[in-house]
């Protein structure tokens, strides 16, 4: 649409003037309306009573966990003095490693900023993860670049390097968190635990920063097999909080999809607390759902359908069609006496093997091709077409 009125004048696919860059705009706009309005009912409805129990915790470094009774002894958790020098020794690592990455286009200050807010982001982000298995961390990300709109104003380069590091920050503790718990109903200590994470973390740097260099000798990122969409969106939010400019018509558009999207995710919150409050009460867990509820939480999250207006087709095609295939798998089940939670493994397994199947595939032909073996196309005739 955006192509045929004239809106967009480039080819349709281009990302930047076309109608593919023009519907990112749209996408942001749905993103930066659920997540900030999610983000803020968190805090409200949870993430304030972390901090306030934390407020009111014995001062002494004995004390500084959760003031609930932990369900490790003291020998089997990492010391406190470790965790308060690994926070401060790779924080100066990490204001020194983004100087000499970025030189002067962030100020040490502003670096040391955004680690800050990474860390309380991500006590939201740990909350929302254990309770939701939604981590919000594109919302805590876009929240820290409009907040850099005003700490660093004019500045691209600062805006995109402190909405990385919130993210991350955010990203990484949802998955320690889901670390812990999993070896916490294993009987994992968690100081061993701490210990096999810091190795892993070294050999982990090996690793990507090869996988990384790999495929950018490979192929060209941005590009046709791997366009990096979410890197569009992060640029065009801080192009326009630092005196950018928006295409023809499609602030209207932002504008009613941030409106629609901005009401769902309130009711998706309310609803979302509601459920939560009645679960953790035995008097009230058996009352009746009242329908609005029902319909908040059945309405397509926010999140989900921008990231299938930003993703190509392929991938959310693909999305789709495992989605049917796991309902009707559910549907044809459900008529068996299978117990539910081995049907729901039975789904999460298969799921892995397709996903472990195709890394595995991909990095050996990744390989081949960096190597310049020659690729065979079975079945082609009369010279290769497609994919081949």
């Known amino acids: 649409m955006a192509h045929a009125f004239g809106w967009a004048p480039s080819e349709p696919l281009d990302a930047g003037e076309g109608g593919r860059g023009w519907i990112l705009w749209i996408s942001l706009a749905v993103m930066c309306a659920e997540s900030i309005i999610g983000v803020v ?5 949870s993430g304030s009573k972390d901090f306030l129990d934390w407020g009111k915790a014995d001062n002494s470094l004995s004390d500084i966990t959760l003031p609930d009774e932990d369900d490790e002894p003291p020998e ?3 010391p406190i003095n470790y965790v308060v020098s690994g926070l401060v020794i790779s924080s100066i690592v990490g204001v020194l490693a983004v ?4 030189g002067t286009s962030i100020a040490p200050w502003a670096t040391l900023l955004a680690f800050i807010l990474a860390s ?3 006590v939201l982000a740990v909350r929302a993860l254990g309770e939701t298995d939604l981590n919000p961390v594109s919302g805590v990300a876009k929240i820290s670049q409009l907040l850099y709109g005003v700490v ?13 590091i919130t993210e991350s920050g955010a990203m990484q503790a949802g998955e320690l968190m889901q670390d812990y718990k999993t ?9 061993n ?19 990384y260099t790999l495929y950018r000798s490979t192929y060209p990122i941005p590009g046709p097999q791997f366009p990096a969409p979410t890197s569009a969106i992060w640029l065009n939010l801080a192009r326009l909080i630092n005196n950018g400019t928006l295409p023809e018509t499609v602030p209207s558009f932002m504008l009613l999809f941030g409106i629609i999207f901005g009401v769902t995710g309130i009711l998706h919150a309310v609803a979302r607390s509601r459920r939560l409050r009645r679960l953790r009460s035995k008097r009230r867990r058996n009352e009746p759902v009242p329908t609005w509820e029902h319909c908040a939480l059945a309405f397509p999250s926010g999140i989900a359908f921008a990231t299938g207006m930003m993703n190509t087709p392929n991938f959310s095609l693909a999305r789709l069609l495992g989605g049917l295939a796991a309902a009707a798998y559910t549907r044809y089940t459900q008529r068996c006496n299978t117990q539910q939670d081995l049907k729901t493994l039975l789904v999460i397994v298969v799921a892995s093997g397709f996903v472990l199947g195709e890394g595995v595939a991909s990095i050996a032909g990744l390989v081949l091709t960096n190597s310049d073996v020659p690729v065979l196309c079975y079945g082609c005739r009369y010279g290769c077409g497609g994919g081949c």
């Open 120 to 122: 309380l982001f991500s």
């Open 76 to 78: 089997r958790q990492t």
């Open 183 to 191: 070896g916490h109903l294993v009987g994992v200590a968690p100081w």
């Open 193 to 211: 635990q701490f210990r096999g994470q810091l190795l892993g973390s070294l050999l982990g740097i090996g690793f990507t920063v090869f996988g």
């Open 99 to 102: 100087a000499g990455a970025a």
């Open 152 to 164: 660093q104003p004019g500045n691209v380069v600062a805006n995109l390097i402190a909405g990385a």
């Open 41 to 45: 009912a968190l805090v409200f409805s």
